[in-house]
């Protein structure tokens, strides 16, 4: 079974500062690689994802992530945050599966920005 | 403008009673999903369906149905056996099942039992 580990519950980090959120994901076979943020109240929208290729992916709103396979993570980086940025953030895991539909996510991080 | 529309936003219960939560898209998407949302638990799956009159358990389907007649219609509804179904409930669909696609979010219906 595949598992998501997001390993900060909650980042404070200042206005203009850089920020990683951090994901480390557990499966035996190919994944597919995903991003979403939540802004309070509201349903989740795709920051980005990773499907294959290049291992770093650019998003909107200006973060990216990196795919490193032997560490089995893709953290979120973002070199400077805006008050807008003040979210929660979830990484999603995808791994094929025979029969059945395996779209993990983790227990999300929140961000926030202080002014 | 195309998108996922969920009703109601604030859905009271109370104990013994079903409710039925609304979820219409007009994406023209195959399938479609609920989950669950708990302070700090992420999302979990509740149903999903890959096509029209075809729907699946996830993870945590006791005490929830579904029904999938039309295409852009999902309803979740939530039974008496559900025993704590104090949550925040978000509707999802895709272009297909397929891993890469991405998921398309409703604003989301919050329940709560009283």
């Known amino acids: 079974a595949q598992s998501v580990t997001q390993l900060d519950s909650q980042v404070p980090v200042f206005e203009e500062a850089p920020v990683e959120l951090r994901c480390n994901y557990s499966s035996s076979v190919s994944v597919y690689l995903f991003w979403y943020v939540q802004y309070p109240n509201q349903g989740l929208q795709l920051l980005l994802k990773?499907?294959?290729?290049?291992?770093l992916v650019k998003g909107i709103n200006g973060f990216e992530a990196e795919f490193n396979k032997s560490q089995t993570s893709f953290h979120l980086r973002k070199p400077s945050v805006h008050i807008s940025d003040t979210a929660e953030y979830f990484c999603?895991?995808?791994?094929?599966?025979?029969?059945?539909?395996?779209?993990?996510f983790g227990k999300g991080t929140k961000l926030s920005v202080i002014p | 403008d195309g998108g996922i529309t969920q009703s109601p936003k604030y859905l009271f219960r109370k104990e013994g009673q079903n409710v039925t939560l609304s979820c219409e898209q007009n994406l023209n998407h195959d399938a479609m999903y609920w989950y669950r949302q708990d302070p700090g638990q992420g999302l979990r799956l509740i149903y999903y369906s890959q096509i029209v009159n075809d729907f699946q358990k996830g993870d945590i389907a006791e005490g929830y149905s579904v029904s999938r007649e039309k295409k852009e219609s999902f309803p979740l509804t939530v039974t008496s056996a559900q025993k704590n179904p104090t949550a925040f409930y978000l509707c999802?669909?895709?272009?297909?099942?397929?891993?890469?696609?991405?998921?398309?979010f409703g604003p989301g219906t919050r329940l709560t039992v009283l």
């Open positions: 999802a669909s895709s272009p297909g099942l397929a891993g890469g696609n991405t998921q398309y």
């Open positions: 999603a895991v995808f791994s094929s599966g025979a029969g059945s539909y395996q779209l993990t």
């Open positions: 990773y499907l294959s290729g290049s291992t």
